[in-house]
């Protein structure tokens, strides 16, 4: 469960990526295909982080590392502008996002998960 939960967060963190860039850069193709890019490369981060907890809880690596080459790629893809602008977008969204669903989630782990019997005790 804790796994599952986990892995959200890291899906959570690609989906308020992909909002941020899409507010600041301008698509390259129709918004059903940007769309489309998107939940491929949520569902892609979703797997990979779910696969990564599941092999090690503390091991945040894939969570924050690989979610971010996952969104500077779908970036480049989806996006017009110089590669510079939009590695410094995503990146800069990566952070953003990061920090958001770690204050977040964080903080729901350490106060709720012990209460409602998900964690027996932090892994950190």
Same mark, same amino acid.
């Given at each position: 469960?804790?796994?599952?939960?986990?892995?959200?967060?890291? %899906?959570?963190?690609? =989906?308020?990526? &992909?909002?941020? #860039?899409?507010?600041?850069?301008?698509?390259? +193709?129709?918004?059903? /295909?940007?769309?489309?890019?998107?939940?491929?490369?949520?569902?892609?981060?979703?797997?990979?982080?779910?696969?990564?907890?599941?092999?090690?809880?503390?091991?945040? %690596?894939?969570?924050? =590392?690989?979610? &971010?080459?996952? #969104?500077?790629?779908?970036?480049?893809?989806? +996006?017009?502008?110089? /590669?510079?602008?939009?590695?410094?977008?995503?990146?800069?969204?990566?952070?953003?996002?990061?920090?958001?669903?770690?204050?977040?989630?964080?903080?729901?782990?350490?106060?709720?998960?012990?209460?409602?019997?998900?964690?027996?005790?932090?892994?950190?």
């Amino acid at each position: 469960m804790v796994v599952a939960l986990w892995a959200f967060a890291v %899906f959570l963190a690609s =989906v308020i990526a &992909s909002i941020l #860039v899409s507010v600041t850069l301008e698509p390259k +193709y129709k918004k059903i /295909v940007t769309i489309g890019g998107w939940i491929l490369a949520a569902l892609v981060g979703y797997v990979a982080a779910y696969v990564s907890y599941r092999i090690n809880l503390t091991n945040d %690596f894939v969570g924050i =590392v690989v979610l &971010s080459v996952i #969104v500077c790629l779908a970036t480049i893809l989806l +996006y017009n502008g110089t /590669v510079s602008t939009k590695l410094f977008m995503a990146s800069s969204a990566c952070l953003i996002a990061n920090v958001c669903t770690f204050m977040f989630c964080g903080t729901t782990d350490s106060l709720l998960a012990p209460q409602l019997g998900l964690i027996k005790e932090s892994p950190y």
